[in-house]
């Protein structure tokens, strides 16, 4: 299997600009519990000896001293390691047009967005170059590309993975999480990731489940909530009618359906970027051009070298969010942005504290729309708008997965989103495997 990733890898990345920068071939360690599988990371993720860009110019030759902990949990097991996959500059986009390093293209149309900001990674799931991919989810950066590539995202619980050896975007809802082809792939790989780390104060001491046995579980009895807060204006209509379809099976395996409402919902993008950006412009300070990354030549004073090397390294999507997050924390601001943001964060939790008290999970559309052509959102606020659907997990830390449920009629992935209660990730799988439809097998092909 290893094999054939590496080849998939090497032949089609020419075309799609999934990875970065791919590995010389190994072979698998000791026999552990994912022993062969091949395994994309994110380049927002640190790998021991290899480029850590996190698709930016800052850090365009950053080499990284040590692995991140779920890298090494996953090589520890047997993973093998393909390479780093392209994505959004500092995990800071909805298409990967915000790469340092160009765009990733679509392989069900290749003038089409893949999503973001992993987009890399779920390409590289959905064309076999990996088995599992690591992604990050901050806002919905593994459910998106999930839902527009016909693949598999998983976002577990804020804590269930350690974050050390990620280069924080937004630290408080910043999550590791995966792409695959099958379930199955996404459940041994979470079980061999989740657990407390000893060098990541927000991993929760919280026992790990045995999440490939939730595979086979019955899920007769389980209440879904449908939010109507996630079913109004804008969503095409054959990503509604496949959601639909998918709540028809859920009933049919013998799941109750609760119609509910989460009055917050509406503030849900607003909140998140504005505290996202208050966190990224506090995360990005450290890049200063002193004492690691970009350093511009030619600077006269310490000043000029801070503003020249953050003006030369950081792209525009990343500038825009770091002076959007210095604003709100500004003197004169900070209680009307950032402190009321805050107040509805823990309205917004509410909600889903309050949903989970008559259901035990709730399913919704990944996306409003199927995946959209590169240059067809210019507009930040309309590329924004994009994960309407995905940023109350991250805001709530309730796990998340989005799982194909179909194609619209251009041929696109349609993607269905389930979320449970936190540290629940369990159930989340057993109701995911009633709803998955294998669009993959319908893959155009990507041949020479």
Not at 311 to 321: D, I, L, M, Q, S
Request: proline share 4%; glycine share 8%; hydrophobic share 40%.
């Amino acid at each position: 299997m290893s094999v054939n990733s590496f080849e998939r890898a090497r032949s089609l990345n020419n075309k799609l600009n999934c990875f970065l920068d791919i590995f010389e071939e190994t072979r698998a360690g000791d026999a552990g519990k994912i022993s062969g599988m091949t395994v994309a990371v994110k380049d927002v993720l640190a790998v021991e000896g290899k480029k850590l860009t996190c698709a930016s110019k800052i850090l365009e030759n950053f080499t990284s001293l040590y692995s991140a902990t779920c890298v090494e949990r996953l090589v520890s097991e047997g993973a093998v390691l393909v390479g780093k996959t392209n994505m959004d500059e500092f995990a800071m986009g909805s298409s990967n047009e915000n790469s340092a390093f160009g765009p990733v293209r679509n392989p069900w149309d290749l003038a089409r967005v893949p999503g973001g900001s992993s987009g890399g990674s779920a390409v590289a799931a959905a064309v076999g170059a990996a088995r599992l991919a690591l992604g990050t989810d901050t806002g919905g950066s593994i459910r998106q590309p999930a839902a527009f590539t016909g693949t598999i995202g998983m976002k577990p619980t804020y804590g269930r993975i350690s974050r050390y050896g990620l280069t924080a975007f937004a630290s408080s809802f910043d999550t590791v999480g995966t792409f695959s082809r099958t379930l199955e792939d996404s459940a041994n790989a979470l079980e061999v990731m989740a657990g407390r780390d000893p060098q990541d104060a927000t991993s929760a001491d919280v026992p790990v489940q045995q999440y490939s046995e939730a595979l086979k579980r019955d899920v007769k009895g389980l209440t879904i909530g449908i939010p109507m807060e996630y079913f109004g204006e804008g969503i095409e209509p054959d990503i509604r009618e496949a959601v639909e379809a998918a709540r028809a099976k859920l009933e049919r395996a013998g799941c109750k359906i609760a119609m509910l409402s989460m009055p917050h919902t509406k503030y849900s993008i607003a909140d998140y970027y504005i505290l996202t950006t208050a966190e990224a412009s506090s995360n990005l300070a450290r890049f200063d051009g002193i004492r690691y990354g970009r350093r511009a030549e030619g600077s006269h004073s310490l000043e000029e070298t801070y503003v020249r090397s953050r003006n030369e390294g950081f792209g525009r999507e990343v500038k825009r969010r770091i002076m959007l997050g210095t604003y709100v924390l500004s003197s004169g601001y900070y209680d009307a942005y950032y402190g009321r943001a805050q107040k509805v964060r823990r309205l917004i939790t509410q909600d889903f504290n309050e949903a989970f008290q008559v259901c035990d999970a709730l399913l919704t559309p990944t996306t409003p729309t199927t995946a959209f052509k590169f240059g067809q959102k210019s507009d930040p606020l309309a590329m924004y708008l994009s994960d309407i659907f995905t940023v109350s997990a991250n805001i709530s830390g309730t796990p998340a997965i989005s799982v194909p449920v179909g194609l619209d009629r251009d041929h696109l992935p349609i993607g269905a989103q389930l979320m449970t209660r936190s540290f629940d990730e369990s159930t989340m799988f057993a109701l995911a495997k009633e709803i998955i439809v294998d669009v993959l097998a319908k893959l155009p092909s990507l041949s020479e």
